[in-house]
């Protein structure tokens, strides 16, 4: 009890044990989006690389070859529509969310926009998320995996500059492999740097220009729509 | 980075819970910032004290941010050991199938205020 400022007032110190995490709210929303996407078995994506690593590219050169799988796309990017334009073209239903500054998507703007891009019976949600490699890494979009991209132009230290990303990653692509030859690529490096991070990860290889890997990346993401639809809905 | 967010987001939980205390006034929030998120404690604290004057209650806080260790579960000996690194494994048998216990999460743990005592 003491008296404060001399108003008069008495007051009361008091401790108050709170424990909320920060990301509740964004939690809350993801959680019921997973629940949905659960009961529909649609398997969904969160791509996430810094800018320029090759992620819309990737998606322009795999979308066709995904049929007849019912694809959507949601794509982040800070400004402008023009990663939604080169995307449309392949014939499946795609929107842009502009972020107007924000550096990730959040929960919630996945909820908002996938209305837009939703069908009947979707298999596959891919969400390309803005070009950065920390803050979209704590933002739970509901997703069944994180996909983190790295192309052999970025240097073989990225994954142990940038260690959250590649630790929650469920795989990770390297991009550009057309351009090794070109660079002082040390494939062998970049590998362990991944490895000591996140044991064990998946990793694949892949050229949207010559479209060496896309294969296997092909065949991973039709093994994982196969196996959510195996999954008794409701889960 | 997104640590203007996660202020933002402290401070709506610290406001929430100081009203439902009955409380006036907030003088300390304590902030445990688990290591895996990466968050700039820095531009964290700086984010606080900037939006703290939105909130009527909080315009005096403190905020004490502490790092958060990671520590992890062992699948295979059960063990929790504290990760002084990235690449974790068991500090008991070495095995690395582990689970992460603390050290990812951005937590409002506890509050110092005063409440009106009327
Ligand atoms: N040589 C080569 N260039 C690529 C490849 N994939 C993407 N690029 C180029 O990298 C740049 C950025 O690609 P973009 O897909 O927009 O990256 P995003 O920001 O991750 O979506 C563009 O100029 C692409 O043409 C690839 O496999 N090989
Ligand atoms: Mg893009
Ligand atoms: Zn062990």
Known sequence: MCETEGTGHLHQHQHVAVH???MEANDEIASRLRRSFAARGVFVLNLISAPGSGKTTLLEHTL???APLRVSVLVGDVETERDAERLRSCGVPVSQIVTAGTCHLEAEMVANHLPEVDQ?????LIVENVGNLVCPTAYDLGEDAKVALVSTTEGEDKPLKYPAIFHRAQVALVTKSDLAPYLDFDREALFANIHTVHPGLDVLEVSAKTGE???????WIRAQVEAKRAVPSGV | MHEMSLAVEILRIADEAAAEAGAGRVLRVGVGVGWLLQVEEQSLAFHLRAMRQDYPRLREA???LAEEAVRVRCRACGEETQQA???FSCGSCGCRDVAVVTGDRLEVQDMEVLTDDV
């Not at chain 1, 009947?120 to 596959?124: P, V």
């Not at chain 1, 890997?213 to 065949?219: E, F, K, S, T, V």
């Open chain 1, 120 to 124: 009947r019976e979707l298999d596959l």
């Open chain 1, 64 to 66: 066709a070859q995904l």
């Open chain 1, 213 to 219: 890997g896309l294969d296997r990346w092909l065949a």
């Open chain 2, 62 to 64: 403190v905020f004490d």
């Open chain 2, 85 to 87: 690194d990235w690449g």
């Open chain 1, 20 to 22: 909320r995490h920060a």
